[in-house]
């Protein structure tokens, strides 16, 4: 067989196909499953003609060997790329906010009431003060970074250092205790919050 004689059954295979296709095409409710083997069965013989002829004509294949199998396989191929695709992915759990209901009990609910109970114990309780207690000199910053860079995290021992300080008949009895505070607890005098408190004691007492 040459090269002519498969050129001329490729080109009357095409022309099979584009009538079968063309009846495939027409409007109707129901297509005959035969017509659907023919165009089948004809697209199979085109392929083999072409391997066929690229064989005669010797040129490289971009494609693996065996040109047909590899497009019989191709629907199996499509339909396990589809459920992969339709694949359920896993639920990501709702983190609830702070001001929110819990949904799910167990480690989750375990671990925001344990956030809220902190939140609530550096907060610490909302106690009425008077107008000038040192308290309202105090900012919710200033009061962390006294918390943690002065008392190691104790909230107990920042209100009773505040309480103490703010009970202070005068500016120099609040000195004198910030000065045995410092030496007490070894603080850095150049840290900012030692710095920061004095100048809210300072602030505090000024003009008494």
Do not use: C
């Not at 027409?26 to 023919?38: A, G, K, L, T, Y």
């Not at 199996?76 to 009990?105: C, G, M, N, S, T």
Request: charge should be neutral; aromatic fraction near 6%; charged fraction near 35%.
């Amino acid at each position: 067989m040459n090269k002519a004689i498969i050129i001329s059954e490729l080109n009357s295979l095409l022309e099979a196909i584009n009538e079968q296709f063309e009846i495939i095409k027409e409007p109707r409710e129901r297509i005959p499953q035969m017509e659907f083997d023919i165009l089948m069965e004809n697209v199979r013989k085109l392929l083999q003609k072409l391997e066929l002829l690229q064989k005669m004509m010797d040129i490289p294949s971009s494609a693996q060997p065996g040109m047909s199998s590899t497009i019989q396989k191709e629907p199996a191929q499509k339909k396990e790329k589809e459920k992969i695709q339709q694949k359920p992915r896993h639920p990501v759990p709702k983190v609830a906010r702070p001001d929110e209901p819990e949904l799910f009990p167990g480690e989750e609910q375990s671990f925001s009431t344990r956030l809220k109970e902190a939140r609530k114990q550096s907060l610490g309780p909302k106690i009425p003060v008077a107008p000038d207690h040192l308290k309202n000199f105090i900012g919710i910053t200033d009061k962390f970074l006294f918390v943690n860079d002065l008392f190691d995290g104790s909230l107990k021992e920042y209100n009773e250092t505040i309480e103490t300080l703010n009970n202070s008949p005068d500016a120099r009895s609040a000195y004198d205790y910030l000065d045995r505070l410092l030496k007490k607890n070894l603080w850095n005098p150049g840290s900012e919050g030692f710095r920061k408190l004095k100048e809210i004691v300072e602030s505090r007492f000024r003009g008494r």
